[in-house]
């Protein structure tokens, strides 16, 4: 069964710069490198049709021998060298190679491949050496440059969701604080409970971070907030919970479901002076595919510029973890507003 890709927490391991050369798609892509530069060293050479096809073969495996082994190696010393400065893993992956360079110029000579003399041997050896010098040099360049730009990227992203998140979290507690404000006076004993409830709720958002949380979490975070929420609002607001067998490998951004919840409390519970019901259901779309499905009245619309901010909001974060794999549709069904939540999670 084919999984789906959760971005944030399917990273390799910090090899540096260094990409990843243990994977076939590198291994592929060295190999390709490896032909078509034998191909261009074997045009360089002056044109003679009777030569040129042992030429490119003997070209094609002195390259081809470097470029794997020199694979291999980098492959394996990949650890080592992302702990290492840049300057210095990038002399010894050169210098790995020009190693390899040199030991395979000598078994060439050794073989009879290569025209005999200690001059012509010393010449070709200083050609090869600065010819895998010079290409080496170039291809990390521009592994660093790609390296780089995708830590910018990454930077950039962890930055737009702490502000996606430091958006949200001010209007939550503000609703929050109104929540207890509104018991303080008339009883202090559940002021208490929503108060605790509150600590529990900003705890848990406090120590997720960037990271993804447990769909089983968020959902126990919601259970909490609504609980809160029924204190204030009493017998206006009615739940339809049908949550069962929460996948364990289910994870998605913190903080997801509550502000969901939240607006369909403000926009579809508290206009309605007889309250109304909200439902959140949760179930298998697809082999790997969770749908949340989140449902209130639909009541008179609030003039409140944040109307969307709690979807704007999501739709962002979710992106930035899954891409296109991850989908928040918003629909008016009847007298009822939806909100479907998919989300890809590894399956088994």
């Known amino acids: 069964m084919v999984k789906p890709a959760i971005i944030a927490d399917q990273r390799a391991p910090d090899g540096g710069f260094v990409p990843d050369l243990c994977q076939p798609r590198a291994v592929l892509a060295v190999v390709v490198g490896a032909q078509l530069l034998a191909l261009l060293l074997a045009l360089a050479q002056p044109l003679e049709a009777d030569r040129f096809w042992p030429r490119l073969g003997m070209w094609s495996l002195a390259v081809q021998w470097v470029g794997l082994l020199g694979t291999a190696g980098l492959c394996a010393a990949r650890p080592g060298l992302g702990r290492l400065p840049v300057p210095l893993a990038s002399a010894l992956a050169i210098a790995w190679l020009l190693l390899l360079a040199t030991a395979t110029t000598l078994a060439a000579a050794w073989l009879g491949l290569l025209p005999a003399g200690a001059a012509l041997l010393g010449w070709l050896l200083a050609r090869n050496l600065l010819l895998t010098a010079l290409v080496a040099a170039v291809v990390l360049r521009l592994i660093y440059l790609r390296h780089a730009a995708r830590m910018r990227e ?3 992203h ?4 702490e502000l996606l998140q430091a958006r949200m ?10 929540t207890i404000a509104s018991l303080v006076g008339s009883d202090a ?3 208490e409970e929503v108060t605790l409830a509150l600590a529990d709720l900003l705890r848990a958002s406090l120590e997720a ?6 769909l089983a979490d968020e959902l126990a975070l919601c ?3 609504l609980a809160m929420e029924q204190l204030r609002l009493g017998d206006r ?3 339809d919970w049908q949550v069962s067998d929460v996948p364990a490998s289910a994870r998605l ?4 479901l509550q502000p969901l919840l939240e607006n369909a409390v403000f926009h579809g519970i508290e206009p309605l002076p007889g309250g109304g019901r909200i439902g959140l259901a949760l179930g298998l779309l697809a082999p790997g595919v969770l749908e949340i499905i989140i449902d209130n009245p639909l009541a008179a619309a609030r003039t409140d510029a944040g109307l969307h901010m709690a979807l704007v909001n999501l739709r962002a974060r979710l992106a930035g973890h899954f891409g296109d794999a991850a989908t928040l549709i918003e629909q008016i069904e009847g007298e009822r507003h939806t909100v479907r939540l998919r989300l890809p999670f590894a399956s088994a």
Not at 158 to 161: C, N, S
Not at 171 to 178: V, Y
Not at 209 to 214: A, H, V
Request: hydrophobic share 40%; glycine share 2%.
């Open 189 to 191: 004993r559940r002021a």
């Open 253 to 256: 951004p913190p903080l997801s």
């Open 158 to 161: 962890r930055a737009r969701l």
């Open 169 to 178: 979290r001010p209007h939550f507690l503000f609703n929050s604080l109104n």
């Open 209 to 214: 971070g960037d990271r993804l949380i447990p």
């Open 223 to 225: 259970r909490r907030y």
């Open 237 to 239: 607001l009615a739940l």
């Open 154 to 156: 990454q930077a950039h």
